[in-house]
């Protein structure tokens, strides 16, 4: 595996490639690799010839008050896990390389922004796209691997790509959980081990939801108060950000569940914030 982290080799180190007509898929991570990730990298594998694996925690997509300085970090473990997965190339350039001091150009998707995570983090998705555009326009790859977890997150790089017509195609990958039902994340991390044990609940919320809603159960308010009841009675000391069912393109609030819908929820746990999301149908 190469371990990259000048911009200026990375894109030259891609063109070459390219120009030997191999294709490449690109796994964007911001580190502190988990099983979610090395799926990501195991579709990327089956994808292309070539399988390009960033590691850049985007100091764009944090606010101030948020956990940039303590988001967790591991290159030796990344570096070796990566490796062992398959991956061709590691990007791992420095903040101060990716991002010029008077930096001013934006990538945004404000429409598909503005709800969900959105609300709590408004300007979040722009340092995303921005990042993600960038890492597009210097490894150039025929795909790129997103998980569903971050469902919002993949919806609007779709939208992105389509809208500013990027030669890219974008591969949604399943969610991946530990055994106990909790969805994988870095920030995971961040919980004390009384929260890890209780933390599965939110599944078990999502999973309720879903049971409720193929019994008849189609109104959003009432699958809302399905889910707050659960979270009061088995994680009190949880406070839920969101829980919002939505329209799987366009993000849009349901009232009433149609056909089918994604509930996506986020939820604080000490000093995590953790995401799930799940897709329901009558
Ligand atoms: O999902 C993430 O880890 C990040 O948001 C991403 C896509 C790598 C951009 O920094």
Not at 54 to 76: C, G, K, W
Not at 89 to 118: N, Q, R
Request: net charge neutral; glycine share 4%; hydrophobic share 40%.
């Amino acid at each position: 595996m190469e371990i990259i982290s000048t911009l200026e080799e990375v894109k030259a180190r891609c063109k070459e490639l390219k120009k030997q007509g191999k294709s490449i898929a690109l796994v964007p991570t911001m580190g502190f690799l988990h099983a979610g990730h090395l799926s990501l990298i195991e579709k990327a594998r089956q994808l292309a010839d070539i399988v390009v694996v960033s590691r850049f925690v985007n100091p764009t997509q944090f606010a101030p008050n948020e956990d940039l300085d303590a988001y967790p970090n591991d290159p030796n473990h990344d570096r070796s896990v990566t490796e062992k997965a398959g991956t061709d190339i590691l990007f791992e350039p420095p903040a101060s390389a990716m991002y010029h001091a008077d930096h001013a150009t934006w990538v945004e998707v404000p429409e598909l922004a503005k709800g969900l995570c959105g609300v709590t983090r408004p300007t979040h998705f722009r340092g995303v796209c921005t990042v993600v555009t960038k890492l597009f326009n210097l490894i150039q790859p025929d795909f790129a691997c997103f998980g569903e977890k971050d469902y919002q997150q993949l919806t609007i790089i779709r939208r992105m790509v389509r809208d500013l017509n990027m030669p890219v195609e974008i591969v949604g990958c399943p969610l991946v959980r530990e055994e106990d039902g909790l969805a994988m994340s870095s920030r995971n991390a961040y919980l004390t081990k009384e929260e890890r044990a209780l933390a599965p609940q939110i599944r078990k919320g999502l999973l309720l939801l879903q049971e409720k809603a193929k019994q008849g159960e189609h109104s959003a308010e009432n699958l809302y108060s399905l889910f707050a009841g659960h979270i009061q009675k088995t994680i009190p000391s949880a406070r839920i950000d969101y829980v919002r069912m939505v329209d799987k393109d366009s993000l849009e609030p349901l009232e009433t569940l149609k056909d089918s819908a994604v509930v996506a929820v986020a939820v604080y746990l000490g000093k995590a914030r953790l995401l799930d999301n799940i897709l329901i149908s009558r």
